[in-house]
């Protein structure tokens, strides 16, 4: 073929390299394009020289289209109109014969690289939707378990949790059940003084107090409107040392929005050693009757350096 009719391969690739990036959306530019379809509109060429034709080689080629840098870009109607109506060569010479042919190959395999593309996007899409909605059910679960078992306004243990660990502890041979059960003295007193919404900070406060001063593996829990009960792994002696950090912790008044509320708590305890039959019933009530015998009369003044004397309602 002469100079004068060779096709103008570099020409058609900037137009067509304009004409895409000029489309609304386009995230490219035609300095990325231009070099990529002189390439493959050149190497279309050599193709339609061979005999037989080259069909495989032909979809290859135009499914390069799909790929980088087009990655980003959709342009069928485009690559129709500028590979159909490309002036591949004189007309009637073997390459403007099979120009048409080996154009359409292309634009086919280019349409059904899109169209895996856009199946492989949508998957990838419902995939990262379903992954999200897993997620979403799996946080779901944990808060309305965590809800199940942890009460609203301290979020310490309630009820239903605290009875499932003592079982559990009950259930391990060498794992002693302590049970305090903690009342607030004069509760009533502060909610009809200061106000409900005071009387939640102040349960909200020594909740944390409670949480600070008790060890890591004690189940606290908010079991009534002024009463926390504690189950922990230890021995009498121990629980006795538990309580009396109880009282220091909750000794102190509370800085509420109201100003300072004075606060002090009764505790009373139980005991079931390892081995022994535990009934959850049973230990509260022996903790709830050793409190009361603490706050009816039975208490002991606790000294401290750095104040006044305090009655101490606390369960030895």
């Not at 979020?155 to 059960?181: E, F, I, K, S």
Request: proline content about 7%; some cysteine; hydrophobic content about 40%.
């Amino acid at each position: 073929m002469s100079a004068d009719t060779e096709p103008p391969v570099s020409a058609m690739a900037r137009a067509w390299a304009r004409a895409v990036c000029a489309e609304p959306g386009s995230h490219t530019t035609p300095q990325q394009l231009e070099p990529v379809l002189i390439e493959i509109v050149q190497s279309l060429l050599e193709l339609a020289r061979f005999e037989p034709f080259p069909v495989t080689s032909a979809k290859q080629l135009g499914a390069r289209l799909a790929e980088p840098p087009f990655e980003r870009t959709r342009m069928l109607a485009q690559a129709s109109r500028w590979l159909l109506g490309f002036p591949s060569g004189r007309p009637g010479s073997l390459v403007a014969t099979r120009w048409p042919f080996i154009a359409s190959h292309a634009i086919d395999s280019y349409a059904q690289a899109l169209q895996e593309r856009a199946l492989a996007q949508q998957e990838q899409s419902m995939t990262a939707k379903v992954s999200l909605r897993v997620q979403e059910i799996a946080a779901l679960q944990h808060r309305l378990r965590h809800e199940a078992t942890h009460d609203a306004l301290t979020d310490l243990a309630n009820r239903t949790l605290l009875q499932d660990r003592v079982r559990r502890m009950a259930l391990d041979p060498n794992c002693h059940v302590g049970l305090l059960l903690i009342d607030l003295d004069r509760f009533k007193q502060i909610n009809d003084g200061f106000g409900h919404a005071v009387g939640d900070e102040v349960l909200v406060e020594l909740a944390n107090r409670l949480r600070e001063v008790c060890p890591p593996d004690t189940v606290i829990c908010r079991y009534g409107g002024d009463e926390f009960v504690l189950a922990v792994n230890r021995d009498q002696h121990s629980l006795a040392e538990i309580c009396r950090h109880i009282h220091q912790a909750l000794r102190d008044p509370v800085w509420s929005t109201a100003g300072p509320v004075p606060v002090s708590a009764s505790v009373g305890t139980a005991h079931n050693p390892p081995g022994a039959p535990c009934d959850f019933t049973d230990l509260l009530r022996r903790a709830d009757r050793d409190m009361y015998s603490i706050k009816t009369g039975n208490r002991f003044v606790y000294t401290d350096s750095d104040g006044p004397e305090i009655d101490a309602a606390v369960a030895g």
